[in-house]
């Protein structure tokens, strides 16, 4: 079975340009996260889908920060205007819908690398 | 609201000796524990993961986690490190009814020497 893939897997853009990051589960995982580390700090949780919906979106940092999940397949992050404060690596993970969180592992994708310039 | 303390942001082991993370967290329920690895180049990977039970949770590669609720540890150790074991090491730790909402420490990379 394919994994969690992530596009694109590296980007450099300028302080206030636009970027899309996008991310495509493992066919029929319900759950989709997007993670983020900033650079020396600890990775952390930005939101949870569950289908199209968000379930929650507690760790987004500001409204810069806008996530979609149309038809409860892949999603996309933008980021918009991007800040230096926004260079990391950007992680999305998907897991199975229902059941316990410990009959759901969790799998990753490879992350995109995302330097704001 | 959780955290989790790894220590030690860098390891260096000698090639068949003990390997030793160390990881601390706290939590107002309890916890599911976890420990991931990060490959170069790769995404995380799920070494193993504790959620009830027995508190001796063993994992892929021949890792085992201890989990000790009176000093809130979940060390990961393998007896004999190979040098396929450098990567980065990631202790996490989820509320159970939160799902996969993880909290990671900082990361443990670890150099294997031969």
């Known amino acids: 079975e394919a994994g969690v893939t992530q596009f694109p897997s590296h980007s450099v853009i300028e302080k206030g340009q636009t970027v899309t990051l996008r991310c495509d589960p493992i066919?029929?995982?319900?759950?989709l996260y997007w993670y983020r580390r900033v650079m020396g700090k600890e990775i952390k949780f930005l939101l949870h889908?569950?289908?199209?919906?968000?379930?929650?979106e507690s760790g987004m940092p500001n409204n810069r920060f806008l996530a979609e999940r149309t038809g409860g397949t892949y999603s996309t992050l933008k980021v918009q205007p991007a800040e230096l404060e926004d260079s990391g690596v950007y992680f999305c993970?998907?897991?199975?819908?229902?059941?316990?969180?410990?009959?759901?592992?969790?799998?990753f994708g490879n992350g995109t690398r995302l330097t704001v310039t | 609201a959780q955290s989790v303390t790894q220590l030690g942001s860098h390891v260096s082991v000698s090639e068949g000796a003990l390997v030793l993370l160390r990881c601390n967290y706290s939590s107002s329920v309890p916890p599911y524990l976890f420990w991931y690895v990060q490959y170069p180049n790769q995404g995380l990977q799920l070494l193993l993961k504790y959620t009830t039970g027995a508190t001796l949770v063993k994992g892929i590669n021949g890792f085992e986690a201890e989990f000790k609720k009176s000093e809130t540890s979940f060390h990961l150790t393998k007896p004999s490190a190979h040098m396929s074991d450098a990567a980065e090491y990631f202790c996490?730790?989820?509320?159970?009814?939160?799902?996969?909402?993880?909290?990671f420490g900082g990361g443990t990379r670890v150099l294997v020497k031969p």
């Open positions: 066919s029929g995982h319900d759950n």
């Open positions: 889908f569950v289908k199209e919906s968000k379930q929650d």
């Open positions: 996490a730790v989820s509320e159970g009814t939160a799902g996969n909402k993880l909290t």
């Open positions: 993970a998907s897991s199975q819908g229902a059941g316990r969180l410990y009959n759901s592992p969790l799998h």
